[in-house]
């Protein structure tokens, strides 16, 4: 969830590890602390003692769950609607929203967008064999409460970088055609080819992208998903797995959930479902409790994403900084697709996509207030944040 808390893990780190049961973690942690695949084998043993079976924590138990406050909008129209990753729009009001139970479905898909929301596994259940087959069926760290139009849109497409930022609305009859021409939800959430350039080269089949803002909610779901099962994955077959128990996902694959979980920082929202899944299921996602631990497992993967990400700061700066009349600038050797400004609650301010340049490699941000500002800078292919104080 694109909260952009780096503040989170600056100001409230505390907040996080509060909520982990004590020595939960401790066999990774203590008296050394593990790497590679032994740490991810680790969490493994960890985490694996789920109690999802068809009679506790089953799949009719999630409707139940999704009411629950960790599940709801407590962050954006701060209404506890459904918090629907695939329909909530950050930076304004929501096209449409999910209230009560009377609002989920099961097997009808509605035509268009705002019908009924459903139960969604980011991992498509015909990977792992199916409804009833437990605990995946019903593991809430991976299923998550979509739209069901935009469920069914999604399909069994992998997620990814789709090509282009142009398209069309989906529609029932615009998905048969993304292939060439992408197509996008509500939210903007798109699907269409993959961008085989960067860090998602390797792929340039059919894709599903969420928004930012929820990139990183996506990556930590997958990435928990190839540790808790780990001992299972090599018999199951997907276009984002390579066959193997350790890595799992394909490089291509594993470059795009690293990335995404590095740009997109472990937010509120996430804290709370996973303190709601561990409730409801008995194991947690460790790569929510610990975001350091995918690069301690990836090491040579972050190491390269990283090098990138140094590459793009350093031809990156902000003046002044401090400002005192609400206005600075960017200074940037690489073409900038979007600009982003939040404030310390996470809210976002202003939201530029293609911003204009004055002059070759300069952008300008006006009208803002006295504070502190995250401002999030991102290329076609990476993205960073910085602080700018507005006195």
């Known amino acids: 969830m694109n909260k952009k808390i780096t503040l989170l893990f600056l100001l409230s780190i505390t907040f996080g590890v509060a909520q982990i049961p004590s020595g939960y973690y401790?066999?990774?942690?203590l008296p050394t602390p593990l790497t590679g695949y032994t740490l991810k084998t680790e969490l493994h043993n960890i985490i694996d003692n789920n109690t999802n079976s068809s009679g506790t924590a089953s799949y009719?138990?999630?409707?139940t769950l999704f009411t629950q406050p960790g599940f709801r909008d407590n962050y954006y129209e701060n209404n506890s609607s459904l918090l629907d990753i695939y329909s909530?729009?950050?930076?304004g009001a929501d096209s449409y929203e999910y209230t009560s139970t009377a609002d989920q479905c099961g097997g009808s898909t509605p035509i268009s967008e705002g019908g009924c929301y459903n139960r969604e596994h980011t991992i498509p259940q015909s990977v792992f064999g199916g409804s009833n087959?437990?605990?995946?069926?019903?593991?809430?760290?991976f299923v998550i409460p979509t739209d069901n139009r935009v469920n069914?849109?999604?399909?069994?497409?992998?997620?990814?970088?789709v090509v282009s930022s142009s398209g069309v609305q989906c529609t029932n009859s615009t998905l048969g055609?993304?292939?060439s021409t992408p197509c996008y939800t509500t939210n903007q959430s798109r699907i269409g080819n993959n961008l085989n350039s960067g860090y998602s080269a390797g792929y340039s089949g059919v894709v599903f992208e969420p928004i930012d803002e929820f990139k990183g909610d996506i990556a930590r779901a997958l990435l928990y998903y190839g540790t808790r099962y780990e001992d299972q994955v090599t018999s199951w077959s997907y276009v984002m797995f390579n066959g193997s128990s350790n890595q799992v996902y394909t490089n291509t694959f594993l470059n795009i959930l690293i990335t995404w979980h590095l740009n997109d920082p472990v937010s509120v929202y996430e804290i709370a479902k996973n303190n709601a899944v561990y409730t409801f299921q008995g194991n947690r996602n460790p790569f929510i409790d610990h975001p350091e631990f995918v690069c301690q497992i990836y090491t040579t993967q972050c190491a390269t994403l990283s090098s990138n990400s140094f590459e793009f700061e350093n031809?990156?700066?902000?003046?002044?900084?401090?400002?005192?009349?609400?206005?600075?600038?960017?200074?940037?050797?690489?073409?900038?697709?979007?600009i982003t400004i939040y404030n310390v609650n996470g809210q976002i301010i202003q939201e530029i996509k293609n911003p204009s340049t004055i002059g070759n490699?300069?952008?300008?941000?006006?009208?803002?207030?006295?504070?502190?500002y995250l401002v999030q800078l991102a290329s076609e292919n990476i993205s960073i944040t910085k602080k700018v104080i507005v006195n």
């Open 152 to 161: 069914g849109w999604r399909d069994n497409y992998p997620f990814g970088k």
């Open 26 to 29: 401790d066999s990774a942690l």
């Open 177 to 179: 055609n993304v292939s």
């Open 361 to 372: 490699e300069t952008y300008n941000v006006n009208n803002l207030s006295t504070g502190f």
């Open 133 to 141: 087959t437990y605990p995946m069926y019903s593991d809430a760290h």
């Open 315 to 338: 031809n990156i700066s902000i003046y002044p900084n401090p400002t005192s009349n609400g206005s600075f600038s960017i200074s940037s050797a690489i073409e900038l697709n979007t």
């Open 60 to 63: 009719g138990d999630m409707w």
């Open 88 to 91: 909530e729009i950050p930076s």
